[in-house]
């Protein structure tokens, strides 16, 4: 399985950038899908995710309205739409991905990620 995250960089606040995460190894058709971050010093957090038909979706609060996550099956991508960049979302990156069922996802899920990830970093 390779995982690769890109898509981050430096941006302003106020500022937009698309993640991407891009899958070879096994097919995610069936496979729910997750956006996590980390921040220094913090745990990871979960931010989004999609169900496996990419018909549900849950967001953290605080990037609700701002972030769109989607799933792309023929691609075997995952992105992440970020605008209206905050400072508070400065952070590592990274996907997941765990067999799900159809309609639902959950952030709770145990999703496995494989990625190093890629770092956002936003200035005030």
Do not use: H
């Not at 430096?10 to 070879?24: D, K, N, V």
């Not at 990871?44 to 609060?61: K, L, P, Q, W």
């Not at 400072?87 to 496995?112: M, N, Q």
């Amino acid at each position: 399985v390779q995982v690769t995250e890109s898509g981050g960089g430096l941006e302003q606040a106020g500022g937009s950038l698309r993640l991407s995460c891009t899958i070879s190894g096994f097919s995610i058709d069936d496979w729910s899908m997750a956006w996590f971050r980390q921040a220094p010093g913090k745990e990871r957090e979960g931010v989004t995710c999609i169900s496996r038909d990419a018909t549900a979706t849950v967001y953290v609060d605080s990037v609700k309205g701002r972030f769109t996550i989607a799933k792309d099956n023929a691609k075997n991508a995952l992105y992440l739409q970020m605008n209206s960049l905050k400072p508070e979302d400065t952070a590592v990156y990274f996907c997941g991905a765990i067999r799900g069922p159809i309609g639902l996802c959950k952030l709770s899920w145990s999703y496995r990620s494989w990625g190093q990830g890629t770092q956002v970093t936003v200035s005030s």
